[in-house]
């Protein structure tokens, strides 16, 4: 069957959506009608058909079946694509919230188990006690074993969902209810507590560490389960009639594509949000795209709920542009410009628009640089960004004898004014100052940095240059560290086969609180390039 473009979404929505919402659980639908409250029409778009929620009516524009193929555009204005069966639907957003929710996959292999009736996922055994009462569900003598985290330790939440499970059959029914754990993760919140409310119910709790189980499934749909006493080193015994073993977590099947098609960072289990610390709470690389639940991480009901109520405030504030914080522009010169596309390639946050001319999108720039210092024609200019006449202007070696002592080392210092900039600042307030000598340019950001200015200060006589990145995922631009690390590591290598001592460039990192270090890391590296020029 040949696909249509279905145009009757556009008829129908007036005023138009504001908010495409990505996910068919708690959280999502929380998000669409937390915005519906604060006035904002969102459409909540789901690929398997999902219920609705209670008690929220007409309020939700809902859309099953649907899979996202493709993403143009920035924050306001971004143009999706998406399938619904056999119909193509085009929509136009000015925000998107990514909140599918987790892959849950029962751990049967791990305890040597495989999938039975009377082995029960925690999922399963949430969605028999929600559909029935305990006493319909388990004879009133039911032995009932829970198994959490032998080898492989069991993600907090789950292990509170477990726990909470346990209270609740042996406080229910008159079954008896055994916890078998190894390295019982209580760090959820209120675990601990169940913990104690389970054994005082009487719920009977094993912790094993090193002789595990063993379980032997009996012909009548029974299980033996043997141990050992890891104090007594006594052998036990116990028949079980029901079995619950624990769960992974992961991302959802579906989440990996969707945050390929939107252009957002992973972290390394495959969530939609990179390990940066400037993404918490539910941003990402690109500026309007934001992530919330089971797609930013593995979080419980609770925080999922906490989260829609979190990524709701910063939609808001998007929408409403009080996220705005002020940042030199960016600017494409159009007579230099050779459209060699490198400045799209590199940017981290998808700010480039390819049309008639290549030009810098303003709504989703973050002003990090990387494109100025990558563009090989120069042909990008940041707004009161003059790096390479500044390395000139700084350094200027006095004229002096032969036969007069050596002056100071000259050393320029470059870092990013969110890091080694505010180190400095701070490192001043505590009454530091730098040695004679030492040059320090405040850059926006280290990808600001490029191989030619680093070339450059050394082409200004530098005797030694000092490169200062934010931390490891502490980039507020995501890679500008990584890729200022890598220009500083090719100019290394390049002053080697020159015959130039690689370490008069120093490769580092700072934070914002480190003060005192960074004075002693600047002072350090002062007396290294004295102790070169001596030799």
């Not at 969902?161 to 079954?175: F, G, P, V």
């Not at 926006?444 to 030619?452: D, K």
């Not at 005797?463 to 931390?471: A, Y």
């Amino acid at each position: 069957m040949d696909e249509s473009t279905n145009t009757d979404l556009r008829e129908q929505a007036s005023p138009p959506p504001d908010v495409m919402v990505f996910g068919s659980g708690a959280c999502a639908h929380k998000i669409a009608a937390n915005l519906y409250d604060h006035g904002i029409h969102a459409w909540l778009a789901a690929r398997e058909d999902a219920p609705r929620a209670a008690g929220q009516g007409d309020r939700l524009h809902g859309l099953t079946g649907i899979e996202l193929t493709a993403c143009h555009g920035f924050a306001k204005n971004f143009d999706l694509k998406l399938k619904q069966r056999d119909s193509l639907i085009h929509q136009h957003v000015p925000a998107i919230v990514l909140a599918e929710d987790h892959a849950r996959s029962p751990n049967y292999a791990p305890y040597g188990l495989e999938p039975n009736p009377r082995v029960l996922s925690i999922s399963s055994l949430e969605e028999k006690l929600r559909q029935a009462s305990t006493q319909d569900l388990f004879d009133n003598d039911a032995r009932i074993v829970f198994l959490c985290g032998w080898e492989n330790d069991t993600h907090p939440a789950i292990a509170r969902r477990m726990l909470a499970c346990c209270l609740h059959l042996q406080r229910q029914s008159r079954a008896t209810t055994i916890f078998m754990t190894g390295n019982l993760k209580v760090a959820a919140d209120g675990a601990e507590a169940l913990v104690q409310e389970a054994k005082r119910a009487g719920a009977v709790f094993l912790k094993f560490t090193r002789d595990y189980p063993t379980i032997q499934t009996l012909a009548e749909d029974h299980f033996e389960i043997d141990y050992l006493d890891e104090l007594t080193r006594t052998p036990f015994q116990l028949r079980a009639d029901w079995i619950v073993v624990d769960e992974s977590i992961g991302p959802g099947r579906h989440l990996d594509a969707m945050a390929h098609r939107l252009a957002i960072s992973q972290d390394d289990l495959g969530f939609a949000q990179s390990d940066n610390v400037h993404r918490m709470s539910n941003a990402t690389n690109r500026r309007g795209i934001f992530v919330a639940g089971g797609s930013r991480g593995i979080l419980s009901e609770g925080e999922q709920l906490a989260d829609a109520d979190q990524v709701t405030l910063n939609v808001l504030a998007f929408l409403q542009d009080l996220d705005v914080e002020p940042l030199p522009g960016v600017e494409i010169v159009r007579g230099r410009c050779v459209r060699c596309l490198t400045c799209h390639r590199l940017c981290p946050h998808k700010a480039i628009d390819i049309g008639q001319r290549i030009s810098v999108v303003t709504e989703a720039c973050q002003s990090c640089g990387i494109c100025v210092a990558g563009c090989p024609a120069r042909a990008i200019e940041m707004e009161g960004v003059q790096i390479g006449a500044d390395v000139y202007r700084r350094i200027r070696k006095p004229v002096v004898a032969e036969d007069a002592p050596a002056g100071p080392p000259q050393v320029m210092v470059f870092g990013c004014t969110r890091s080694a900039g505010q180190a400095l600042a701070l490192s001043r307030q505590a009454g530091h100052i730098l040695p004679m000598g030492v040059q320090f340019i405040e850059v926006p950001c280290g990808g600001t940095i490029s191989s030619h200015h680093l070339l450059a200060a050394f082409d200004a006589d530098a005797d030694g240059v000092m490169l200062c990145t934010c931390h490891t995922d502490n980039c507020r631009s995501e890679i500008g560290n990584q890729v200022a690390r890598k220009r500083a590591e090719s100019v290394r290598n390049l002053l080697k086969e020159a015959g130039v001592d690689g370490s008069r460039l120093n490769i580092t990192s700072v934070a914002a609180n480190m003060g005192n270090e960074f004075t002693f890391m600047i002072n350090a590296f002062a007396d290294r390039i004295k102790a070169l020029n001596a030799s």
